[in-house]
């Protein structure tokens, strides 16, 4: 199995739970957020893999990535710190109680 067939599950449910997320409040100002986030993180992901990489502390078989690189690292590798940027926040937003929620619980 590739790295990009590995990384394919995780976008789809990156996806998934991030539209589940689009009629709450604050969606665009979240997904704004999300995406400075993962452009930091995509940054930092091209620093330190690549330092990793010409360390010697791992290696990718050529085989297995799709060959597109970001200097030594393969871009398979960027798609989880995007999917961290998006997932996590989306998931704390699915685990807050809803404004009706709240108010039939205050009742």
């Given amino acids: 199995m590739t790295y990009s067939l ?3 599950p995780f976008v789809v449910i990156t996806v998934i739970v991030a539209l589940l997320t689009a009629r709450r409040p604050a969606f665009g100002r979240r997904m ?4 400075i ?5 995509v940054v930092l992901t091209a620093v330190f893999d690549n330092v990793m990489i010409a360390a010697g ?6 085989t297995l990535i799709s060959g597109l690189r ?6 398979e590798d960027f798609a989880y710190p995007v999917c961290a940027a998006f997932l996590v926040p989306a ?3 699915l685990l807050e109680p809803t404004r009706s929620h709240r108010e039939e619980t205050a009742s």
């Fill in 70 to 75: 970001i200097g030594l690292a393969p871009i």
């Fill in 32 to 35: 704004t957020a999300s995406a």
């Fill in 37 to 41: 986030a993962a452009g930091v993180l």
């Fill in 91 to 93: 998931v704390f937003t």
């Fill in 57 to 62: 502390l791992f290696t990718y078989p050529e």
């Fill in 6 to 8: 590995i990384v394919v």
